[in-house]
């Protein structure tokens, strides 16, 4: 019972260590049912260890300061500036023309990188698209209008 009642108050460092522990846990058990080819193993395994780490998060109670914030701010605007660029012009290197000899898979080998290429233009354009929006009820919630000079 001891141990239910230190898992509450935990802090910061236990909550990573648990999540290690079963991240490597989620990670034996995906290799063990890959190598028995019992994909439902898998599946449920994976499913456990992330209702775990629901159940275990909602009762950890994490402090954020603002420095924290401000740097995952920086990051995810860091990783969305390097991402949809790279997608994007990835995405455009696998639509390029095979025919006219331009693509580097013109060999006709490879038929399903068009089809690839056409994923990641969605894809690119999606992630835009959620940017856009977000950008748009954040900036309002926090008193931005759209009449900003």
């Not at 954020?64 to 990051?75: G, L, N, S």
């Not at 994007?88 to 038929?111: H, I, Q, R, T």
């Amino acid at each position: 019972m001891q141990n239910i009642y230190y898992i509450l108050g935990m802090n910061r460092k236990t909550y990573n260590q648990i999540r290690a522990a079963v991240t490597v846990f989620i990670s034996f058990i995906v290799a063990l049912s890959v190598t028995r080819d019992s994909y439902i193993l898998a599946i449920v395994g994976t499913l456990t260890g992330m209702l775990f780490l629901i159940f275990v998060r909602t009762k950890t109670k994490i402090t954020v300061d603002e420095r924290e914030i401000t740097v995952r701010e920086k990051a995810a605007r860091l990783t969305y500036a390097i991402f949809a660029p790279t997608i994007g012009l990835g995405s455009l290197l696998l639509l390029m023309p095979s025919k006219s000899g331009l693509s580097v898979f013109s060999k006709g080998e490879f038929a399903y990188i068009e089809s690839l290429g056409t994923v990641l233009a969605y894809l690119t354009l999606f992630m835009i698209a959620i940017y856009a929006l977000s950008y748009h009820f954040i900036n309002r919630k926090y008193g931005g209008s759209s009449d900003e000079e």
